[in-house]
């Protein structure tokens, strides 16, 4: 058994997630070549195991258990904290019908009923000292309904610290949907642990919330195959290797890499509402990041344009036009959009046409979504140039033409077709970052948190890609440009773990 999160060792390389299917045939393959009953039974131990190890002094303990195989885990696992921790006081919440029960299932059920369990006809009256969530856990894939969803409320209800078999019940193992019309509480006191497989729902949409603070993996054996995974999990990434660029003695500032960035409408541009700041804050996260010089075009009048950034005076300032009228957008990696308004739309073509390297965010991204048609971005794809799309779902929602609900409903999904439709790295933003890219496995990314969720922390991630694609060897494969940018998302996510108060750091704290 492992942790997964809080990530043990960030720099673990990526983990494969497994959907539905590949989890049921893995599993298929697994029983087959082992005595009946025994993944069940492995699986429950290791639930009964987790639950004494998290709390060890829960002395009241109730199992909800579902009528299916999530269930008869959980069985499993009364079963043996019945016996091997008998001084605790074990009750059984059973929702399942015996008529119905799948073959592990009913062996599970069988045990229990010879064991020194209580069996409650209905919701404990007072909260117990620990929940085991054993409801629903693979199988769900429709709305709850019925006496399962009376048992779901009460155990997002319940203040007990709940240890969820598998998955959260509830949850979508694909997708991370939330499938209950109650709404989801996040719980610090809340654990999973994934059996079998890693799923990538625990990890992106609904999942960090009802997941809890800790998710633990128990593979109980099994080997999936290569090529099986539907997304692949980033561990949190950690800085920069700042320790090898102070080695690097022969480095000069041109050879750390440059970044442009276009976008930051001043007032006189967009109807007297300046948003210059974005691009400010794209700028500083590039320089931070590492980038040797950092330039931010403004869009507006020359005259408009402050002849310094007071808070980092090393950015170079100028406008949109001066430095499309160079040659930086050939040579720096130009990071476009952030802030930029509606005027973004008449730099796109100029953009698209000249800038090898390019990461879109934001307007850009809006500016791009006003046109059906993907032929300027496929031929970037064909001349091994770089793009990558970083919108939040809002964005992603534009430019698949649906709405934000049908984006978050599947992510993995929705970010796999922004890639292939755009020919471009996708990040598709928000609790569980994707990065998706064409013809590659999906990356999702767990780091991030709440603490993000502020105006201008889309900016800063747009700054911090910026200077990582600088620097990255050109060319490159598609599958190190898809690790790199997933990286660097990693990395924005840690940002504010790094925050020393306990008010939540604004974009601009987020960087030192
Ligand atoms: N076999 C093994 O060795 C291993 C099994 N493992 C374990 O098996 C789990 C998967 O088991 P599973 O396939 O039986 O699905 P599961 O999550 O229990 O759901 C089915 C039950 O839920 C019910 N139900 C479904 N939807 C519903 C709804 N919307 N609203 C209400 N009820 C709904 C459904 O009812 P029915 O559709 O029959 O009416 C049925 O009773 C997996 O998560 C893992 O824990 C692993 O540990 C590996 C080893
Ligand atoms: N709840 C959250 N969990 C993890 N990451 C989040 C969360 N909310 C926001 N983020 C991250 O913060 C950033 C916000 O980006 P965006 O919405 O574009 O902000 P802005 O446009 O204001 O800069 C994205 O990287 C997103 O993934």
């Known amino acids: 058994m492992q942790r997964i999160l809080p990530c043990p060792t960030p720099s673990a390389p990526p983990r494969p997630l497994h959907d539905r ?10 029983a087959a070549s082992l005595p009946p009953h025994t993944l069940m039974q492995r699986a429950g131990l290791a639930v009964a195991r987790l639950a004494m190890a998290w709390q060890p002094h829960a002395q009241r303990i109730v199992v909800l258990a579902g009528g299916g195989n999530n269930g008869g885990d959980g069985l499993v696992a009364a079963t043996r904290l019945a016996r091997d921790w008998p001084q605790r006081d074990v009750a059984v919440w059973w929702q399942g019908a015996p008529e119905r029960l799948p073959d592990d299932a009913r062996w599970a059920w069988q045990q229990a009923r010879a064991a020194n369990l209580t069996w409650l006809q209905a919701a404990p009256e007072h909260p117990p000292d620990l929940v085991i969530d054993a409801l629903l856990g693979l199988g769900l894939d429709r709305p709850v309904r019925g006496t399962a969803l009376a048992a779901l409320r009460w155990l997002q209800a319940c203040p007990a ?12 193992a694909n997708t991370g949907h939330w499938w ?9 006191q809340r654990a999973t642990l994934s059996l079998l497989t890693l799923k990538p729902g625990l990890f992106t949409g609904h999942g960090r919330v009802v997941a809890g603070a800790s998710i633990w993996f128990d593979d109980l054996g099994a080997e999936p195959e290569p090529g099986t995974a539907a997304a692949w999990l980033v561990a949190p990434g950690g800085w920069p290797d700042t320790a090898a660029l102070r080695a690097d003695h022969a480095s000069h500032k041109g050879s750390r890499g440059d970044v442009l960035v276009l976008g930051g409408a001043l007032p006189h541009a967009h109807a007297g509402i300046g948003m210059g700041g974005a691009a400010l804050l794209a700028a500083r996260a590039a320089l931070r990041a590492g980038a040797g010089r950092v330039y931010a075009a403004l869009l507006g009048d020359a005259e408009q344009v402050p002849p310094w950034d007071m808070g980092q005076p090393a950015l170079m300032l100028r406008s949109a036009t001066a430095a499309l009228d160079s040659d930086l957008p050939e040579r720096a990696t130009v990071v476009a959009g952030c802030g930029g308004g509606p005027a973004m739309a008449t730099l796109l073509d100029a953009v698209l046409a000249r800038c090898p390297r390019l990461v879109l965010d934001a307007d850009a991204l809006n500016a791009l979504a006003q046109r059906p048609d993907p032929e300027p971005l496929a031929a970037r794809q064909a001349r091994g140039w770089w793009t990558v799309l970083t919108p939040h779902p809002l964005e992603a929602a534009r430019l698949l033409r649906t709405d934000t609900a049908t984006v978050q409903r599947d992510r993995l999904a929705a970010a796999r077709t922004l890639a292939e439709r755009w020919h471009a790295v996708v990040v598709l933003k928000g609790s569980g970052s994707v990065v998706a890219a064409p013809g590659l496995t999906p ?17 800063t991630l747009a700054g911090l890609l910026g200077a990582r694609l600088s620097t990255l060897p050109w060319p ?28 939540p750091p604004t974009a601009s704290d987020l960087l030192p």
């Open 180 to 188: 209950a019309d109650a709404p989801p509480q996040p719980a610090a």
């Open 161 to 172: 610290p709940t240890l969820c078999v598998d998955l959260p019940s509830g949850l979508d």
């Open 21 to 30: 299917l590949a989890s049921r045939q893995l599993e298929q393959r697994l």
């Open 443 to 459: 990356r999702i990314v767990a780091s991030g948190s709440g603490w993000l969720a502020t105006a201008g922390s889309g900016d």
């Open 476 to 503: 490159a494969p598609p599958e190190d440009l898809q690790a790199a940018v997933a990286d660097t998302v990693a990395l924005h996510g840690t940002l504010p773990e790094h925050w020393p108060h306990r008010w």
